[in-house]
């Protein structure tokens, strides 16, 4: 079993559905959040992934980005928005100059085959990673 927590940070209950159909037969952990602030309260680590919405009414996703930068957040974080590929990759520009591990970005709708290939290729990657490692 994955030790991978994925957090999805939509305020949308449409796309948090989709997104939990799509990552729970993956990662089997997965919390969606409506509202950001309730997730910015959690505490991450390196091995949870976060799936962040940028376009919120409540919060946007640029908010979260400086919210987890200032906590330098070790999490790894795809982005998503419906907005066209500029705004996603500004977002993507701004989070990775912060220093967050932006491991891929997604416009809506999703794809969802793309999503599912590149969320079981994460899990395989890191299922092979933890072979090496001894604790």
Not at 2 to 8: A, D, G, M, P, T
Not at 70 to 87: N, Q, R, T, W
Not at 96 to 101: A, D, F, P, T, V
Not at 107 to 123: A, G, Y
Request: aromatic share 6%; proline share 4%; net charge negative.
């Amino acid at each position: 079993m994955s030790l991978n927590r994925v957090f999805i940070v939509d305020d949308d209950t449409l796309t948090c559905n989709l997104l939990k159909t799509i990552v729970e037969p993956i990662f089997g952990n997965v919390e969606a959040f409506q509202h950001p602030r309730a997730f910015l309260t959690l505490s991450l680590n390196k091995q949870d992934i976060i799936i962040l919405d940028l376009m919120m009414p409540d919060m946007d996703g640029i908010e979260v980005i400086r919210h987890l930068a200032e906590h330098k957040s070790p999490a790894s974080l795809i982005l998503i928005s419906g907005y066209d590929s500029g705004v996603l990759h500004s977002a993507e520009t701004l989070a990775l100059s912060c220093g967050l591990n932006v491991i891929n970005t997604f416009t809506k709708p999703i794809n969802t085959e793309v999503l599912t290939c590149f969320l079981t290729s994460l899990s395989n990657r890191q299922a092979e990673g933890h072979h090496h490692h001894h604790h």
